[in-house]
């Protein structure tokens, strides 16, 4: 079964609003969890790592006021994406990392966001 | 600096075929390798992986890779394809206590009846 849950799976939104993605850890503790973007036909790319208790770390070229990142407990982070705008459509992935340091991550479901 | 390169963004077999998706990692450090599929509007599932233990590595569903630090290779082969093997393949690289996960551009895993 998943390790790590994604809520909601997709989402349309209007452009000029904010939409948010929650990212559970199931049944483990996660102190960093990691967001990624995925452009069709297109490899995952990294936007930001998620620092329990402390603020995120962002990929250069990732607006840190546009992809808000809240890491509020040992098991949810959430990414919330502000204005939202069509060019910000994309298919939202997070991992996190097993425990154990065997750089190995568990990656959610993935959330697809529509703006119109 | 961590990277891996996937040779060929559409590989095509037949049923019954030979998969081989290949890989190619670039690390200044012992890597950690990895194969994840994913399917259409999916997360990644991880098919295995290879963390400085045998270097012949079996995984879900009949794949396996060989880790050949001489050719700074981990290719994914699978010695007969099924129709359900269709998928977007990722290789990746990370190493020993970072979760510095790199990915590579993927394959698309077509298989022809």
């Known amino acids: 079964g998943a390790v790590v849950s994604q809520h909601p799976s997709w989402v349309i939104c209007k452009s000029g609003t904010s939409v948010k993605i929650e990212c559970r850890s199931l049944d483990f503790q996660a102190t960093t969890m990691f967001w990624y973007r995925q452009f069709p036909k297109q490899s995952l790319m990294l936007m930001a790592t998620?620092?329990?208790?402390?603020?995120?770390?962002?990929e250069q070229g990732v607006e840190k006021d546009k992809f808000l990142i809240n890491h509020a407990s040992l098991t949810l982070s959430t990414l919330t994406v502000t204005s939202a705008h069509p060019e910000d459509s994309s298919f939202y992935i997070c991992?996190?990392?097993?425990?154990?340091?065997?750089?190995?991550?568990?990656f959610g479901e993935g959330s697809r966001l529509t703006v119109l | 600096a961590q990277s891996v390169t996937q040779l060929g963004s559409h590989v095509s077999v037949s049923e019954g075929a030979l998969v081989l998706l290949r890989c190619n990692y670039s690390s200044s450090v012992p890597p950690y390798l990895f194969w994840y599929v994913q399917y259409p509007n999916q997360g990644l599932q991880l098919l295995l992986k290879y963390t400085s233990a045998a270097t012949l590595v079996k995984g879900i569903n009949g794949f396996e890779a060989e880790f050949k630090k001489s050719e700074t290779s981990f290719h994914l082969t699978k010695p007969s394809a099924h129709m359900s093997d269709a998928a977007e393949y990722f290789c990746?690289?990370?190493?020993?206590?970072?979760?510095?996960?790199?990915f590579g551009a993927g394959t698309r895993l077509t298989v022809k009846p």
């Open positions: 991992s996190a990392p097993r425990t154990g340091g065997t750089g190995e991550l568990f």
């Open positions: 998620s620092n329990e208790g402390s603020k995120a770390t962002y």
């Open positions: 990746a690289v990370s190493r020993y206590n970072n979760n510095d996960m790199r």
